[in-house]
């Protein structure tokens, strides 16, 4: 597997098995986000009619892929799988080049998606289980499932390999036939994820990858009638245009949208613990994580100790070159998100919030899109630091007085995806449980915290449909047929 190359690669789509360029032969470039203006490679930009031959391929391959037999389908899940694991340090090589996340942190989302992906193998033989006959006066009645057809998979760039796996492997299993698009900031991950599916023996057109901007292709994606379902993740704003288009075909969407997420620390946490809680969380992927905490709500009886080691904790933390072992932090992924977080930082210190360390990187560190972990303190519900997505290594730190203000404080939001509580009072924890309004509830844990067999989605503006993993990701790729028989007598 190439993961760096003195001379500069042009990557391809993959249609029908076929690695070919966009009908245009036009190209976009894939900027290494630690060097400003750099070339790691160049990708297509794809136009409507690679979106049109992808779909027509992949309608073609679902006529047989549909008939397959669950257990071919999870033979090829697992030689992808063994494929990746086998490649993990290769793709985290490429995670951490393109996106900026440490190598660190690259491989924990290559075996991230390893885990997730092993997981849907084995749970979708139960999944098909549950399908039991069940005998009434002569008449016997079942469900059965079935895929839906062409699927359409648009993924961001913050876990450009693992968000991916997390939709098409459980689109695969249960038959489906997909059209891949990858995030504009990290085409090089989307393409080789298409190369370990071809590797792993899929059959031609049953896994399609089209690169490309979501402004020019992603309407003829979403518009087309044999798309039947829509598997997205990404910002609100797109989420629900794709929702609103999707709506006139009836094609049925899984949306993972944004975030705010707030992480709640009582006065007799163990605060140490939620002092790494909020690092790992506000800071791991340089806080490009949808479940990243981004809102840090202290009582007013621990506020200045927890800035304190807040603020001291960000000041140790290196920052530098996402490549380097030794680093805690890498580059933002790119121009566009170099300059919301910096915007968002400077409306922060304008609206009167007091930022205690952090802001866009110095000296050295301007070679590339780095921003050092920021921490504000004095912020309050008006602030748009409080109130908007900022999808970088911001933490808004907000006082409390009591656990019913710190929940409306929580509640404030127009997203609802993870939340968590620092709590050694089990009734204040049952009180955070019953009234959050979110899809992910941690008590002593990071807000970024999941595990496969449990369901991932946001509630409010944060998604739409049915949450990943668990056996709800399963269910969004089928359809369900009730069958009734009576016997002849
Ligand atoms: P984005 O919405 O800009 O892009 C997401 C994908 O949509 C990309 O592949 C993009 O090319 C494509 N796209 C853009 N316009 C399109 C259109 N008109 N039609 C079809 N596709 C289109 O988001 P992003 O910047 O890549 O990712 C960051 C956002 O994703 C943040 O808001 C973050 O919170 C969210 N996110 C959510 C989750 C979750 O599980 N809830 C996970 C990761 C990221």
């Given at each position: 597997?190439?993961?760096?190359?003195?001379?500069?690669?042009?990557?391809?789509?993959?249609?029908g098995?076929?690695?070919?360029?966009?009908?245009?032969?036009?190209?976009?470039?894939?900027?290494?986000?630690?060097?400003?203006?750099?070339?790691?490679?160049?990708?297509?930009?794809?136009?409507?009619?690679?979106?049109?031959?992808a779909i027509d391929v992949a309608d073609a391959a679902f006529k047989s892929w549909k008939r397959s037999a669950l257990?071919e389908r999870q033979?090829h899940a697992?030689?992808f799988?063994?494929?990746?694991?086998?490649?993990?340090?290769?793709?985290?090589?490429?995670?951490?080049?393109?996106?900026?996340?440490?190598?660190?942190?690259?491989?924990?989302?290559?075996?991230?998606?390893?885990?997730?992906g092993?997981?849907h193998v084995?749970?979708v033989?139960?999944f098909y289980?549950?399908?039991?006959?069940?005998?009434?006066?002569?008449?016997?009645?079942?469900?059965q499932f079935h895929p839906l057809g062409v699927v359409a998979i648009i993924s961001?760039?913050?876990?450009?390999?693992?968000?991916m796996c997390r939709k098409a492997l459980p689109a695969l299993l249960t038959g489906n036939t997909i059209v891949f698009k990858?995030?504009?900031?990290?085409?090089?991950?989307?393409?080789?994820?298409a190369?370990?599916f071809?590797?792993a023996?899929f059959p031609e057109g049953v896994f399609n990858c089209v690169?490309?901007?979501?402004?020019?292709?992603?309407?003829?994606l979403v518009?087309d009638p044999r798309v039947k379902a829509i598997s997205f993740?990404?910002?609100?704003?797109?989420?629900?245009?794709?929702?609103?288009?999707a709506?006139?075909n009836?094609t049925r969407t899984q949306?993972?949208?944004?975030?705010?997420?707030?992480?709640?620390?009582?006065?007799?946490?163990?605060?140490?613990?939620?002092?790494?809680?909020?690092?790992?969380?506000?800071?791991?992927?340089?806080?490009?994580?949808?479940?990243?905490?981004?809102?840090?709500?202290?009582?007013?009886?621990?506020?200045?100790?927890?800035?304190?080691?807040?603020?001291?904790?960000?000041?140790?933390?290196?920052?530098?070159?996402?490549?380097?072992?030794?680093?805690?932090?890498?580059?933002?992924?790119?121009?566009?998100?170099?300059?919301?977080?910096?915007?968002?930082?400077?409306?922060?210190?304008?609206?009167?919030?007091?930022?205690?360390?952090?802001?866009?990187?110095?000296?050295?560190?301007?070679?590339?899109?780095?921003?050092?972990?920021?921490?504000?303190?004095?912020?309050?519900?008006?602030?748009?630091?409080?109130?908007?997505?900022?999808?970088?290594?911001?933490?808004?730190?907000?006082?409390?007085?009591?656990?019913?203000?710190?929940?409306?404080?929580?509640?404030?939001?127009?997203?609802?995806?993870?939340?968590?509580?620092?709590?050694?009072?089990?009734?204040?924890?049952?009180?955070?449980?019953?009234?959050?309004?979110?899809?992910?509830?941690?008590?002593?844990?990071?807000?970024?915290?999941?595990?496969?067999?449990?369901?991932?989605?946001?509630?409010?503006?944060?998604?739409?449909g049915l949450?990943e993993?668990?056996t709800t990701g399963l269910e969004f790729f089928i359809q369900r047929k009730?069958?009734?028989?009576?016997?002849?007598?």
């Amino acid at each position: 597997m190439t993961t760096a190359s003195s001379r500069i690669e042009t990557y391809q789509n993959l249609i029908g098995n076929k690695w070919i360029s966009s009908s245009d032969g036009s190209t976009f470039v894939d900027e290494d986000p630690s060097r400003r203006g750099s070339t790691l490679a160049l990708f297509p930009s794809s136009t409507v009619q690679d979106i049109a031959k992808a779909i027509d391929v992949a309608d073609a391959a679902f006529k047989s892929w549909k008939r397959s037999a669950l257990e071919e389908r999870q033979r090829h899940a697992t030689r992808f799988l063994d494929l990746l694991e086998r490649e993990t340090e290769a793709l985290a090589s490429i995670v951490a080049r393109e996106n900026g996340k440490t190598l660190r942190e690259a491989r924990a989302e290559v075996v991230s998606a390893l885990v997730e992906g092993r997981h849907h193998v084995a749970q979708v033989s139960r999944f098909y289980g549950q399908s039991l006959p069940a005998g009434t006066q002569g008449c016997s009645g079942w469900e059965q499932f079935h895929p839906l057809g062409v699927v359409a998979i648009i993924s961001p760039w913050n876990f450009p390999m693992n968000v991916m796996c997390r939709k098409a492997l459980p689109a695969l299993l249960t038959g489906n036939t997909i059209v891949f698009k990858p995030a504009t900031f990290t085409p090089w991950s989307g393409v080789t994820m298409a190369k370990l599916f071809e590797s792993a023996g899929f059959p031609e057109g049953v896994f399609n990858c089209v690169a490309g901007l979501g402004s020019s292709i992603g309407n003829a994606l979403v518009d087309d009638p044999r798309v039947k379902a829509i598997s997205f993740t990404g910002s609100t704003y797109v989420g629900k245009k794709i929702h609103e288009r999707a709506a006139k075909n009836l094609t049925r969407t899984q949306l993972e949208l944004g975030g705010k997420n707030a992480l709640i620390i009582m006065p007799d946490a163990d605060l140490k613990a939620a002092v790494d809680a909020a690092i790992i969380a506000g800071f791991a992927c340089a806080g490009q994580w949808c479940t990243s905490t981004s809102r840090v709500l202290v009582h007013r009886d621990v506020y200045r100790e927890v800035c304190d080691r807040l603020a001291a904790r960000c000041e140790e933390m290196r920052v530098g070159d996402p490549m380097d072992e030794k680093t805690d932090m890498g580059p933002v992924a790119g121009t566009e998100q170099f300059t919301t977080i910096s915007k968002a930082i400077e409306t922060g210190l304008a609206e009167g919030a007091r930022m205690l360390t952090g802001g866009p990187g110095k000296g050295d560190l301007e070679r590339g899109y780095f921003i050092r972990p920021t921490v504000f303190d004095n912020v309050t519900p008006d602030h748009t630091i409080f109130r908007e997505e900022i999808f970088g290594p911001v933490l808004a730190v907000t006082e409390f007085n009591s656990l019913d203000h710190a929940l409306e404080l929580a509640n404030n939001s127009i997203y609802g995806l993870s939340s968590a509580i620092f709590t050694r009072d089990v009734d204040a924890a049952h009180r955070y449980i019953d009234r959050i309004e979110a899809g992910l509830a941690h008590i002593n844990i990071h807000t970024g915290f999941k595990l496969p067999a449990l369901p991932f989605g946001g509630w409010k503006d944060s998604g739409s449909g049915l949450p990943e993993n668990s056996t709800t990701g399963l269910e969004f790729f089928i359809q369900r047929k009730a069958v009734y028989w009576k016997a002849n007598s």
